[in-house]
């Protein structure tokens, strides 16, 4: 993660293992390691196996067997994106897994993503006022875009948006257990100027341009 934060996204953005700004009292350590020898001792006691010797690994499926190989669908046309996609790529093969990188223009990658065309998808969201995460990871969220469903993953979202407090930590929890997704980082936005030259900046999270006539 803050490899990525540092050369795909030129240092402007904030590691985190959670659905939640790391400066947010909600945040807490749960799930935030991140350890490939670990990784590889879990694959092992799985039974996965280079059988072939391409540098992949395999998994007994039936009377056969499976490469552990998934596509991970990015866009095209942001640059920053695409290059976090290839690093996580190595990163995963130093351990045997194979992600074949489906880098896809803006159209075809939204009808990859609302066809479920693709194993895992990089992408981005902003978080509502209130940090609830449902529409991505809640059954009937409008960007579960995996379909993923799990009753207690809901009944903790519902506590979390009346009460946080305890509702975050076991939410965050489940969601790190369970992964149906794999936050990354959040995106600081930032605007270069000379300094002393420009007065009365109002950029908006959706509009860096805003009131620019009155700047």
Sequence with gaps: RAGIVRDAMAGHGRASALPVPPESPLYTQTGSEFDLSELSS????????????????????????????????????????????????????????????????????????????????????????????????????LLNYGGYADEQIDALLEQFVSSRGDAADDLYARIAQQAPIIPILFEDTTIYTHRGQVRGIAPLPGNIYNDISNW
């Design 42 to 141: 879990q694959l092992n006691a799985l039974g996965a196996q280079d059988t072939d010797s391409d540098g992949i690994l395999e998994l007994k499926v039936g009377k056969g067997t499976q490469p552990m190989s998934f596509d991970l669908v990015v866009n095209a046309e942001n640059a920053s994106k695409v290059l976090a996609a290839n690093m996580l790529r190595e990163t995963f093969l130093s351990v045997g897994i194979s992600l074949n990188v489906r880098a896809l223009k803006w159209s075809d990658y939204l009808t990859a993503a609302e066809s479920g065309d693709f194993d895992i998808l990089y992408a981005e969201t902003l978080l509502p006022c209130d940090l609830s995460p449902a529409q991505i990871v809640g059954t009937d969220g």
